[in-house]
């Protein structure tokens, strides 16, 4: 049951570069979307989000935007530096009767290539 | 930064054992959450917990599981009888008090529970 769905489980971009992530999910009850980072040996950490009612979201390099009628949404990291290099987790979360887990994806291993 | 913290960091154990994982999530956090990475899948919910009971769990989280909170510092899960694939990482969570379920949950650093 993969209602957040990450289809590249890889991505290697040039330091100084553009990094796109991408994310797919089903539900249509989902109203808040997260990306989360993590590093071997750590747990997630939270990176950014954005509420359904908006399509884009910035927080210093990174951009997440949200295309409601796909249902995608893509983390953009601009410019991608070597620290950026880590496994990045889609997540969503549905506002059902107060329902608050967060349901992941797979996640897409970055590597920041110098 | 306050963060999450988790012990032990790894965890070996035979098959049918007990185990306890340890939580110490942030002090003036309200809710509660424990999640696992079986190796190479997705991270999956297993339960919240919120005002000394759970508020919900999944279809994971079966009768060999259980949680408690036996202070005011600690957040424990417990695995009654492991199984082969009770082995992953377990990873705790905890959100601060608020009205909105968009409040960040501040993941801890894992422990990694291996069942021979």
């Known amino acids: 049951d993969q209602q957040v769905k990450q289809n590249s489980p890889s991505l290697s971009v040039q330091e100084g570069r553009i990094s796109i992530l991408n994310c797919d999910y089903t539900n249509s009850m989902f109203d808040y979307f997260l990306w989360y980072k993590k590093y071997p040996a750590e747990g997630p950490t939270f990176l950014i989000s954005i509420s359904s009612i908006k399509d884009k979201n910035e927080d210093g390099r990174f951009t997440v935007f949200l295309n409601k009628s796909a249902k995608h949404l893509s983390l953009h990291i601009v410019p991608s530096q070597p620290g950026d290099s880590a496994v990045y987790f889609c997540a969503a979360r549905a506002d059902m009767n107060r329902d608050d887990k967060i349901i992941f994806g797979k996640g897409t291993r970055l590597h920041i290539l110098p | 930064e306050p963060e999450v913290t988790q012990t032990p960091s790894h965890q070996v154990t035979q098959m049918g054992q007990e185990v306890i994982l340890r939580c110490v999530p942030i002090?003036?956090?309200?809710?509660f959450y424990w999640y696992r990475q079986i190796l190479g899948q997705k991270v999956e919910f297993l339960v919240s917990f919120y005002n000394n009971e759970i508020s919900e769990k999944s279809e994971i989280f079966d009768d060999q599981f259980s949680v408690e909170r036996p202070d005011g510092s600690n957040f424990t899960l417990k695995i009654r009888s492991t199984k082969l694939e009770d082995s992953a990482m377990y990873f705790c969570?905890?959100?601060?008090?608020?009205?909105?379920?968009?409040?960040?949950?501040?993941f801890g650093p894992g422990t990694r529970l291996t069942v021979l």
């Open positions: 969570a905890s959100k601060p008090p608020g009205t909105s379920h968009t409040d960040t949950q501040y």
């Open positions: 002090s003036n956090h309200l809710y």
